[in-house]
């Protein structure tokens, strides 16, 4: 089983559509969860970061479930402009060493 | 906010050359700085952590001898591909944890990443 797992997708949505990204990991001990946007052939952006009480952004909302070991990511309304990667990373461990696991991404085409 | 500068963006080289890509820290002071790399419709696959003033951490599987990583100063990690062979073409990214915080807040600053081809 892969340390973080995503549906790679492609979501094909129209304008104005909501869509739902999920994400799981396996490792129990995880600590610290971002989503993050990788257009074609460019380096990953940091979009959120993910906390156990939710959080929103604009037209993005992101939910993390420990007891599941579930992240989530909400996009609503999406624009042409969101046609992107959309990674999970999973860190796990402190500054005195730890480990990131990015997800292998979903992809998100938004048409006219 | 933290940036990361990555060079050069692209490089075509013969096989059988080195291949230097450097990563600087222009706003901040990475002690460690993360090495990736990402072949087409794959996941970034962390080869090496390197940190400021000790050897690097490379990842199972990773070649040290043909990947080496420098980390000389608090603003500089460079990479090196070695007798490069066409199966390293690939794109490499570095990336530092968020200057202000530990990347289990904050996440990471990423290089605009170096897309290598080699021939």
């Known amino acids: 089983r892969k340390e973080v797992e995503q549906d790679p997708g492609p979501f094909n949505v129209p304008e104005g559509a909501t869509v739902a990204f999920n994400c799981t990991y396996s490792?129990?001990?995880?600590?610290?969860f971002f989503w993050y946007r990788q257009d074609c052939r460019k380096e990953p952006k940091l979009l959120m970061s993910?906390?156990?009480s939710g959080n929103e952004d604009g037209r993005f909302t992101a939910q993390l479930n420990r007891a599941s070991q579930y992240i989530s990511l909400l996009i609503r309304d999406s624009k042409l402009s969101d046609s992107a990667t959309y990674l999970c990373?999973?860190?796990?461990?402190?500054?005195?060493?730890?480990?990131?696991?990015f997800g292998a991404g979903t992809r998100l085409f938004v048409k006219a | 906010g933290a940036v990361v500068s990555q060079h050069p963006s692209w490089v075509i080289c013969k096989s059988g050359t080195s291949v230097k890509i450097e990563c600087r820290s222009l706003d901040f002071q990475a002690t460690t700085m993360f090495w990736y790399r990402q072949f087409p419709k794959q996941s970034l696959m962390l080869m090496a952590t390197s940190n400021e003033g000790s050897k690097a951490t490379y990842e199972q599987g990773v070649e040290k001898d043909k990947f080496l990583i420098n980390h000389a100063s608090l603003t500089l990690s460079t990479l090196t591909v070695t007798s490069a062979h066409p199966e390293d073409s690939s794109f490499y990214i570095c990336?530092?944890?968020?200057?202000?915080?530990?990347?289990?807040?904050?996440?990471?600053?990423f290089g605009s990443g170096t897309r290598l081809t080699v021939v």
């Open positions: 490792n129990s001990a995880s600590q610290s």
């Open positions: 990336s530092a944890p968020g200057s202000y915080s530990p990347a289990s807040q904050f996440g990471y600053t």
């Open positions: 990373v999973v860190n796990t461990g402190n500054t005195g060493g730890f480990k990131t696991i």
């Open positions: 993910v906390y156990s």
